[in-house]
């Protein structure tokens, strides 16, 4: 079968870019990944006016050809038909903020001096128009040669004339292609960027009607969030009403999905014969995923927050306002992004640290990114917590969970800031790589968009707990089930994964960890979220010897764990490396297995060794 | 022996002679006062480093553009966030040292 033509979408950072992809493809986008580097590849299908398909890719934002990341070096590779496993684009789709002409034209007029076909989006024209700057289109297609559309892709406005536009440029409409032939042999484009940049500010002033100056309510926003005082206290209230909601806003949906896996098992266990499948299912499959599964709700409220920060425009403040805490530490304010993306999971926050120039600034964020408590541990700690830390209302609207749940996070932060400090003056000594930014204008986060975010996060959520986590809590249920032991023997220690367990049990015993504990580390070392799984597996086999039947898990923790030993399990989470995936996220971002085993090695020393201090002040504060 | 007493009198007089400089004609990015709308003059390029150097030209940091001071922390510092053109970019104060800019008249009131 033929291949539909290709159409890249290219601009600089802050064009609008993916929310215009979104309105051209709707729902029909895939994300995979180019081979050999880690940049993520968004594809989404397209029907032209005629009816023919064409498949559009959306590329990293770049400033230039000149490219200063790895993000920057696809989006080249692509457009000059460098880039492995991509084939040259048919045509190129050039997105340029209308506000911000002066610099996003330079950039256009570069890709359009390669020589492929393009149109140009015009893209935010209202945001421009609110903002007291009346454009003329027709001026910027005669100076660039190419066809140019106004767009606004968050309204839907301009998308029919896009299309129209791109169904002339790939099947060659002869009006299309002359106009373009007209001026692609200028000759007069140069590649040095000041020049072109220059050239860029003349026919920005050429195409601009009339301006009034810069709006102003944006940098009202920006003396509130940007304010010595104010600023800094906005951010940590916006952290704390963040990680309120996490617990406070899932209360009712974690109910219905509990309901939903009681009466699966309820179900199974009404149709089914007691025996081996029946165990598999309720004790090794059930009990295992739901138990991840009731934390999608805190996963996706997490995400849900983040996207609508990033997409507001408020990040880029954030990294602002943290540059001169970071730089204390030997990092930049640009690490503050990729970071508080690990808050949700380390693997897009270490590959979020690609904008990162400097090597060494780029390396050490990798290096403390997995101690932002990342969504996986929440099931851990929600379970913790709800089992041995009262709910109790501390202050108004402040409840003792949640005041834990928030030092648990802060813990991680000093971590890794203490941990940056230390690498930056042992393994990673160098100069740090300073900060530069370009502050986009606020906007409103567009539902569809913040919709589309989460919809990809579930997908991945739901794909990893229905294979990773389900094969690897049935592996844990057989290693439990068998062989059975004889009565009078608890089944699960006398199981194959109870004497595994007892052989580490010596290891662990001294920071405070049982036998349970010891059992659930060995599967958690492929994701975290395991453990609350291999406990509530352990807890169900053992429950059939219970004659009192089905008790919860929260009920078993608090029969069988001192306060202590759950204190230290928590600090344990604080700092244990325990998930394959960033394991090999980093091996793939820093070419090697040098930096995963130090990472590795440094996290579980300082989990051992700060989970027994732990242990050992709870225990002789009486606790 | 003379080496400490040269050093003294430099101490002394560099900054009155720094202040007078500055007073005339090269204001620096990272001493305009806020919100007062000026040119950038000439920018150090030799300064910086290179990636920044490049970092600060794709951002149309150049001769005669218009800019302007937005925010800068008060306790010093912290990073400066200034508009060029009609975009805000955020920069350490070691690269807006090397940026020096002239301020663009008042208006007659």
Known sequence: MELPPLVAMVGNPNAGKSALFNALTGARQKVGNYPGVTVERHSGRLALDDGRPVELVDLPGAYSLDPASPDERVTRDVVTGAQAGERLPDALLVVIDASNLDNHLRFAMQLIALGLPVVVALNMVDLAERDGLVLDPAVLERELGVPVVPTVAVRRRGIDLLRGQLTALVGG??????????????????????TLQRRARAIAAAATVSETPVRRWNHMLDSVALHPLFGPVLLVALLFVM????????????????????????????????????????????????????????????????????????MVRAAFLMDRLMAQVGLSGRAFIPLLSSFACAVPGIMATRTIEDEKDRL??????????????????????????????VLPFVGLQGLVLFA??????????????????????????????????????????????????????????????????VVLWALLSFPQAPAGQKQVEYSIGGRIASGLEVIVRPIGFNHDIALALIPTMAAREIAVAAIGTAYAIDDTEDASGAKSLVDHLRGRWSLPTALAFLMWFVFAPQCISTIAVTRRETNGWRWPLFMIGYLFAAAYVMAGITYWLAVAAGL | ????????????????????????????????PRRRSATVGSIEWARLASPEARRLRELGFDEGVAIEVLHRSRLGGGPIACRIGRMTVALRRAVARAISVSPDPLPAE
């Open chain 1, 173 to 194: 409409s002869p009006a299309a292609v002359g106009l373009r032939r007209l001026r692609a042999s200028d000759g007069s484009v140069d590649d040095d960027i000041v």
């Open chain 1, 243 to 314: 990680f309120q909601a996490v617990f406070s806003w899932s209360e009712a949906p974690i109910g219905w999905i509990e309901g939903a896996f009681a009466a699966a098992e309820a179900w199974l266990k009404g149709v089914l014969p007691d025996g081996f499948l029946r165990s598999l299912l309720t004790d090794g499959v059930i009990a295992g995923v739901g138990a991840v599964v009731v934390f999608l709700p805190q996963i996706l409220i997490l995400f849900l927050f983040i996207l609508v920060l990033e997409a507001s425009g408020y």
């Open chain 1, 364 to 393: 050490t964020t990798i290096l403390i990114a997995p101690l932002m408590t990342c969504s996986a541990r929440l099931p851990v700690y929600t379970i913790i917590i709800g089992a041995f830390i009262p709910a109790r209302q």
């Open chain 1, 408 to 473: 648990l996070y802060l813990l991680g932060i000093v971590g890794a800031f203490v941990a940056a400090l230390l690498l930056r003056r042992t393994v990673t000594k160098g100069e740090s790589s300073g900060f530069m930014m370009e502050m986009p204008k606020y906007q409103m986060p567009r539902l569809r968009d913040v919709g589309l975010g989460l919809w990809s996060r579930t997908e991945i959520f739901l794909k990893r707990a229905g294979t990773t986590i389900a094969l690897t809590t």
């Open chain 2, 1 to 32: 022996m003379h080496a400490p007493y040269t050093g003294a009198v430099t101490a002394i007089r560099s900054p009155r002679h720094a202040a007078a400089h500055h007073a005339a004609d090269s204001l620096t990015l990272e001493t305009l």
